[in-house]
């Protein structure tokens, strides 16, 4: 089982890290990291204000949150630097 999550964490990471490759180099470094960050604030703000969390559930579940969500982070910064380094080469 924990090979299927290996598996499921690199093809996330090279997903996004393609559509941010793809912004970065449209749209430029700040919209490729926007776009992901808000909607990760948004889906933690939703889901807090739904459950009708307290303060201490709300940052437990933020964390948790952003814990899973770490393949998605590392393929987007992965995705800007390579649009970066590839745009000062070219």
């Given at each position: 089982?924990?090979?299927?999550?290996?598996?499921?964490?690199?093809?996330?990471?090279?997903?996004?890290?393609?559509?941010?490759?793809?912004?970065?180099?449209?749209?430029?470094?700040?919209?490729?990291?926007?776009?992901p960050l808000?909607?990760?604030?948004?889906?933690?703000?939703?889901?807090?204000?739904?459950?009708g969390l307290?303060?201490?559930?709300?940052?437990?579940?933020?964390?948790?949150?952003?814990?899973?969500?770490?393949?998605?982070?590392?393929?987007?910064?992965?995705?800007?630097?390579?649009?970066?380094?590839l745009r000062?080469?070219?």
């Open positions: 089982m924990p090979g299927a999550f290996w598996v499921v964490a690199v093809a996330t990471v090279i997903f996004t890290g393609v559509i941010s490759y793809a912004m970065a180099r449209r749209y430029g470094w700040g919209a490729a990291l926007a776009l808000l909607a990760l604030v948004a889906m933690i703000a939703m889901h807090w204000q739904s459950r307290t303060m201490s559930e709300g940052f437990r579940l933020a964390g948790s949150t952003l814990i899973f969500a770490t393949p998605i982070l590392v393929g987007v910064l992965a995705g800007i630097v390579l649009a970066r380094l000062g080469r070219g």
